[in-house]
């Protein structure tokens, strides 16, 4: 990867992480929930009244942009320097520390990735063992 390339990544990680941390919830506060609850109403579902309609497809909403924004959207576009960018924005942001959360749950995500490939490997008989 040459540095030109890598560069970018990682301002792509970290234009990303602001975008998710500072913008999104703005725009999401600010718009789509009014849009939600005007097309909502005033209407229950069984036991569901109108509020916690509006909370379930705000969090909905919010979910999307973390799936797509989130750490591991910027690890499968970016690699590794866009994790980097990620971590900066944090820290350009004030506490490096909340970078904690997204990096666990992306670690995660490769844990089980790799066991379910390995789990794969072996049923299909492609793994090789010593």
Known sequence: MGA???AVSFLAGML???L???IIPVIV???IQEWIREAVGDTGLAFLTSDVIVTI????V???FMIVLGAGGILRRFGIFGILGLIFA???MGDVTDAVLPLLILVAMLVVS????VRRRKRDGTLKTR
């Open 4 to 6: 030109r390339k890598a």
């Open 16 to 18: 990303m992480t602001v």
């Open 20 to 22: 998710l941390v500072v």
């Open 29 to 31: 506060d600010e718009y």
């Open 57 to 60: 497809l705000i969090w909905v």
């Open 62 to 64: 919010i979910l999307g």
């Open 90 to 92: 944090y820290w350009i």
């Open 114 to 117: 790799w066991v379910r490939d």
